[in-house]
């Protein structure tokens, strides 16, 4: 079974610390791997696409890097600030783009002022 | 506003009423995509539409489940007879192909 998996599931940091949130998938055999942020009782926002073929992908102050060989797919969070409190879900779509997304639970982050 | 939209944000209902949901989509967003989750959970695939074409179902998408995406463009949900455990957020998602999925704000669904 394709599973994707999130370790921790909840972690609390104080501001400006850097910090790194971990996915890792059953199945080396991925199409895509999306990284979202979810505010309590909303809809997802997408915060990152890393295709099968890259490495890692960079926005402001955000790095995903996946690692296909490995099963594995980080988020790093710079400079963590008081907005960035959400739940971050890593998504992965196995085997074509013709498969819906498999989610994890989700690691709920809280940055402390 | 561009994005998509979801109708309506909260729908509170009996059990065994029906109840339907529709979902905008980014307009030139070809592939329309219907997810579940519950407390605690990540999002769990329901369905998805390429145009006008229903392409997959979950076994989480039971017969009281029925999706349509009429000339491809905003899509429905309905459940029928709604049990206690439907309740959840419903999402909503398009992506252009296999690309990037954005998704909606989502409808809370609460079954009495």
Known sequence: ?113 | DTGVSQDPRHKITKRGQNVTFRCDPISEHNRLYWYRQTLGQGPEFLTYFQNEAQLEKSRLLSDRFSAERPKGSFSTLEIQRTEQGDSAMYLCASSPSAGEQFFGPGTRLTVL
Do not use: H, M
């Open chain 1, 1 to 113: 079974k394709q599973e994707v998996t999130q370790i921790p599931a909840a972690l609390s940091v104080p501001e400006g610390e850097n910090l790194v949130l971990n996915c890792s998938f059953t199945d080396s055999a991925i199409y895509n791997l999306q990284w979202f942020r979810q505010d309590p009782g909303k809809g997802l926002t997408s915060l990152l696409l890393i295709q099968s073929s890259q490495r890692e992908q960079t926005s402001g102050r955000l790095n995903a890097s996946l690692d296909k060989s490995s099963g594995r797919s980080t988020l790093y969070i710079a400079a963590s600030q008081p907005g960035d409190s959400a739940t971050y879900l890593c998504a992965v779509r196995f085997n074509s783009g013709n498969t819906p997304l498999v989610f994890g639970k989700g690691t709920r982050l809280s940055v402390i002022a």
